[in-house]
């Protein structure tokens, strides 16, 4: 299996702009997550998914964030406008959510620089 | 809130002895916890973890100790060695949670040779 992927897997942008991050989870999982990680707040949940519906999204920081899970196989994070607090790496996760198993499975992060 | 906590920041040990990571919670709903492993430039990897019906869980050089009464876990890892440098995270979750995780901020952990 490939794991988690996401794309891309570095993203600079300027303020204002709109960034769109993407995330293939794991064939098979039914739960999918977004995270964010700073210095300051470690690793946040932002929101998550099972089976493609939207769980809880009391993370996510303000309304010019938005989560989507079209399919089974894909989900987007998006940031409009973006402002240079948003730097961030973002992470995306998926859980088979089976069987009392708790295991998240990590995909590498997309580094979000923004100026 | 921090309902997760690693109160070390970072932690150096010399290469054979034992490394000892440390994290408290708060919330006693919790009743699974896990350890994840991150390396720079890429994504935490799960570790190690145990449901709060036991108090430990072994698996080759790792193993977790939970004190419920405390609300307390470690992880020691014997004998550490180089590979093991990376930084640390703690996580929790409990049957309410759904299966989302409470992670710490990390313990960044340097074993030197």
């Known amino acids: 299996d490939a794991g988690v992927i996401q794309s891309p897997r570095h993203e600079v942008t300027e303020m204002g702009q709109e960034v769109t991050l993407r995330c293939k989870p794991i064939?098979?999982?039914?739960?999918l997550f977004w995270y964010r990680q700073t210095m300051m707040r470690g690793l946040e949940l932002l929101i998550y998914f099972n089976n493609n519906v939207p769980i809880d999204d009391s993370g996510m920081p303000e309304d010019r964030f938005s989560a989507k899970m079209p399919n089974a196989s894909f989900s987007t994070l998006k940031i409009q406008p973006s402002e240079p607090r948003d730097s961030a790496v973002y992470f995306c996760?998926?859980?088979?959510?089976?069987?009392?198993?708790?295991?998240?499975?990590f995909g590498p992060g997309t580094r979000l620089t923004v100026t | 809130d921090q309902q997760v906590k690693q109160n070390s920041p970072s932690l150096s040990v010399q290469e054979g002895r034992i490394s000892i990571l440390n994290c408290d919670y708060t919330?006693?709903?919790?009743?699974?916890f896990l350890w994840y492993k991150k390396y720079p430039a890429e994504g935490p990897t799960f570790l190690i973890s145990i449901s709060s019906i036991k108090d430990k869980n072994e698996d080759g050089r790792f193993t977790v100790f939970l004190n419920k009464s405390a609300k307390h876990l470690s992880l020691h890892i014997v004998p550490s060695q180089p590979g093991d440098s990376a930084v640390y995270f703690c996580a929790a979750t409990g049957s309410n949670s759904g299966y989302a995780l409470n992670f710490g901020k990390g313990t960044s952990l340097l074993v030197t040779p």
């Open positions: 996760a998926s859980s088979p959510g089976r069987g009392g198993s708790y295991e998240q499975y």
């Open positions: 919330n006693s709903m919790f009743d699974y």
């Open positions: 064939s098979g999982h039914d739960y």
